[in-house]
């Protein structure tokens, strides 16, 4: 790219000797001169979450987190804060701080009863006037609805609806602050059925909370122990690697071979068995069609270990590179260890997004305007107060969604353009020990030159994601209705939109490289990088397939390893009711701490790939145009055993030319237009 910042523009001409000079230098090394890339999607993306802005001060001004929490009464007060008068309840705007839980007039009829804010569920039954008044003037938890005072209770009417509760009053436990009865056996089997599964699930949940109180140092501390393991794994793999990949291939040959000569020798004895019983008595037809059923899946293993063998042998070259890019990405990584922290920056900066996001989201939610609540004609119900939602409200709820999986693909994307940006620095540098703040010169380029890049990189994928996420909700809203036909075409909707994204994910993870390298804009880079996963497609299905597999062993590696630590150190807490719970907790962080440290490792190995076939484009191993690559990759490109000698003939004319005229910088490879 040119100086100038531009989407899709070609570089400025130059002129004379100078423009000549300038433009060999550019195609010596492929991360210098560069501009601005994608400035529209950078605009766009800028005017969007101004729009954000505008949804968070709308939703904090009109909203009411609280009434999630604690909830609210008929008269449209919040309970345990103080509140606003509204104009159409006189009962509205009292200050309830010290009222922080639900009480129902009646249990019974939740959708039509009275509703308050009391200091204190009931603890005990309640079954006259009398005691209800002595428990609200014990607790001071006034039962009743507010305007009346606690010794004329026993002169007022108890109903569903006020002013007093429904007789009689059920002993009750607070559960997310409303109170509900802590036993059914006096309520009706609708109720029962109702309440006693949540009640039940509510039990188990607080039982498992008073576990995660208990636990939760020595969850921290395991956390810490698979962070370690994840470290030791990251260091090994480099080593490991080779061994782990050739035992694999080894193993899948000869399980493939053993399955097909067992099934050939099964088929061999049963036929013998067969022509054995033949001569004594006729064969029944399933047994002749359990020797041709034999037969078929004999000759089909057959068919299938040779395809299996015949690819193997084609693509040994290919895994023999996937072998030493593990390699040198475990060099990468040793001399730029501050990649391993790139997924903890990522991972807190998602974190506080997500954060903010669900408290807007709260808000949001409770923005809705206060009209009265209508449920009959009777004068009670003339201060009672609902809340509905504003139409405009439904839109926003949307844009905030799609704020959600934009902003937090475009994160990760920056994540995978800054260690994409460090890997090329490393790679397209002769001489690797003059490699410095090779991280954050990637940060700094994706800041000034890139972010636009990410930006419509993460914008494809919530195009594609936000479309399953619809479906994924639709098709749950089909469960119930007995639509087979609907429900079928939903699920595969979702899973072709998935496999489009996951397709989609991996070919920006590659534009990004391409970008990193050589600063053009997002759709440029974008082609360039399929067309070179195309031309290289056995190298990626290799690299990919068995890469893949040897991260995931290092993932349940370090999970496992967590899970036997914590074994050991929970099992003899006797306070823990199941200790199972945090173990199983700590496994999850454990793998996905493994993930964010080995998706690196992954993101290594895929930035090498596209730099290798990069080097092996621009450059052929002649003088002037020697490989950027190490020897260890050397041996996979055509004439290597030539480049390999123009390479030590140039470092041998580097030192000569040192000694002659101090000349300390190392000459870097010319190369030719890139081409795919």
């Given at each position: 790219m040119g100086a100038s910042c531009g989407c899709c523009g070609p570089p400025e001409p130059h002129n004379d000797q100078q423009g000549s000079d300038e433009e060999r230098t550019s195609l010596r090394n492929?991360?210098?001169?560069?501009?601005?890339?994608?400035?529209?999607?950078?605009?766009?993306?800028?005017v969007f979450w101004a729009g954000m802005f505008f949804i968070a001060g709308f939703s904090v001004l009109n909203g009411d987190a609280l009434r999630l929490i604690y909830g609210y009464d008929s008269f449209g007060n919040t309970c345990g804060r103080k509140n606003e008068k509204i104009?159409?309840?006189?009962?509205?705007?009292?200050?309830?701080?010290?009222?922080?839980?639900?009480?129902?007039?009646?249990?019974k009829?939740?959708?039509?009863?009275?509703?308050?804010?009391?200091?204190?569920?009931?603890?005990?039954?309640?079954?006259?006037?009398?005691?209800?008044?002595?428990?609200?003037?014990e607790s001071?938890?006034?039962?009743?609805?507010?305007?009346?005072?606690?010794?004329?209770?026993?002169?007022?009417?108890?109903?569903?609806?006020?002013?007093?509760?429904?007789?009689?009053?059920?002993?009750?436990?607070?559960?997310?602050?409303?109170?509900?009865?802590?036993?059914?056996?006096?309520?009706?089997?609708?109720?029962?059925?109702?309440?006693?599964?949540?009640?039940?699930?509510?039990?188990?949940?607080?039982?498992?909370?008073?576990?995660?109180?208990?636990?939760?140092?020595?969850?921290?501390?395991?956390?810490?122990?698979?962070?370690?393991?994840?470290?030791?794994?990251?260091?090994?793999?480099?080593f490991i690697a080779a061994i782990v990949v050739w035992v694999i291939m080894i193993f899948v040959v000869l399980a493939s071979i053993a399955g097909t000569a067992f099934l050939w020798w099964t088929y061999h004895d049963y036929k013998m068995d067969m022509d054995k019983q033949a001569t004594i008595i006729p064969l029944l037809n399933i047994e002749i069609a359990s020797e041709k059923s034999f037969l078929v899946y004999a000759i089909i293993a057959t068919i299938l270990t040779a395809i299996l063998l015949l690819i193997i042998f084609i693509m040994r070259k290919r895994v023999a590179l996937a072998v030493a890019l593990f390699g040198e990405a475990g060099k990468c990584i040793i001399k730029m260890p501050f990649l391993l922290v790139q997924p903890v920056w990522t991972f807190l900066a998602l974190i506080i997004f997500w954060v903010y996001w669900v408290a807007v989201f709260l808000y949001l939610s409770t923005g809705g305007d206060p009209v009265p609540d209508h449920k009959g004609d009777n004068e009670t119900y003339k201060d009672w107060v609902k809340y509905e939602d504003k139409p405009k409200l439904r839109y926003m709820w949307w844009y905030h969604v799609i704020g959600l999986i934009w902003t937090s693909e475009f994160m990760l994307a920056c994540q995978q353009m800054v260690i994409s940006g460090a890997v090329a620095t490393w790679y397209f540098t002769r001489d690797k020990n003059e490699v410095s703040c090779a991280v954050g010169g990637s940060?700094?380029?994706?800041?000034?030159?890139?972010?636009?890049?990410?930006?419509?990189?993460?914008?494809?994928?919530?195009?594609?994601?936000?479309?399953?996420?619809?479906?994924?909700?639709?098709?749950?809203?089909?469960?119930?209705?007995?639509?087979?036909?609907?429900?079928?075409?939903?699920?595969?909707?979702?899973?072709?939109?998935?496999c489009l994204e996951r397709c989609l994910k991996f070919l920006n993870q590659n534009a990004y490289t391409v970008v990193a390298i050589?600063?053009?804009?997002?759709?440029?880079?974008?082609?360039?990088?399929?067309?070179?996963?195309?031309?290289?497609?056995?190298?990626?299905?290799?690299?990919?397939?068995?890469?893949?597999?040897?991260?995931?062993?290092?993932?349940?590696?370090?999970?496992?390893?967590?899970?036997?630590?914590?074994?050991?150190?929970?099992?003899?807490?006797?306070?823990?009711?199941?200790?199972?719970?945090?173990?199983?907790?700590?496994?999850?962080?454990?793998?996905?701490?493994?993930?964010?440290?080995?998706?690196?490792?992954?993101?290594v190995i895929d930035a090498l790939l596209l730099c290798f076939c990069e080097d092996v484009n621009i450059n052929d191993g002649t003088p002037g145009k020697e490989y950027y690559m190490d020897k260890s990759l050397m041996e996979f490109v055509k004439n290597s055993s030539q480049a390999l000698d123009n390479l030590e003939a140039s470092k041998q004319a580097e030192k000569s030319r040192d000694k002659t005229d101090g000349d300390e910088s190392a000459p870097i490879a010319a190369a030719p237009e890139n081409k795919y």
């Open positions: 492929p991360l210098k001169n560069r501009g601005c890339t994608d400035i529209i999607p950078l605009t766009v993306f800028i104009s159409i309840s006189n009962m509205s705007g009292m200050d309830m701080s010290d009222r922080k839980y639900v009480f129902f007039a009646d249990i009829q939740i959708g039509s009863s009275l509703e308050l804010c009391v200091k204190s569920c009931p603890n005990k039954e309640l079954e006259t006037k009398a005691a209800v008044m002595k428990f609200s003037n001071g938890s006034k039962l009743c609805s507010y305007d009346i005072r606690v010794d004329d209770y026993v002169s007022q009417t108890f109903r569903v609806s006020g002013p007093c509760p429904a007789l009689p009053v059920y002993a009750s436990t607070d559960i997310l602050m409303r109170c509900i009865p802590s036993s059914f056996s006096k309520l009706g089997k609708k109720v029962v059925n109702n309440v006693a599964g949540f009640l039940n699930a509510g039990s188990l949940f607080e039982q498992v909370l008073a576990d995660l109180m208990l636990s939760w140092k020595l969850m921290i501390v395991l956390c810490l122990i698979a962070l370690g393991f994840s470290v030791l794994i990251v260091l090994l793999i480099r940060i700094c380029r994706l800041i000034m030159h890139h972010m636009g890049s990410v930006i419509f990189g993460s914008f494809i994928i919530t195009l594609v994601k936000l479309p399953r996420w619809i479906l994924m909700y639709t098709q749950k809203k089909l469960k119930g209705s007995g639509n087979e036909c609907a429900q079928f075409v939903a699920k595969c909707c979702i899973c072709c939109l998935w050589e600063g053009n804009n997002f759709c440029t880079s974008a082609r360039k990088a399929f067309m070179t996963l195309v031309n290289n497609a056995l190298r990626v299905v290799a690299i990919n397939s068995i890469g893949s597999f040897v991260l995931f062993l290092g993932k349940i590696s370090v999970m496992a390893a967590t899970a036997a630590v914590g074994v050991l150190l929970f099992r003899g807490n006797k306070d823990l009711h199941y200790f199972f719970i945090p173990v199983l907790i700590v496994c999850i962080f454990a793998y996905f701490i493994a993930h964010c440290f080995l998706s690196v490792y992954e993101m």
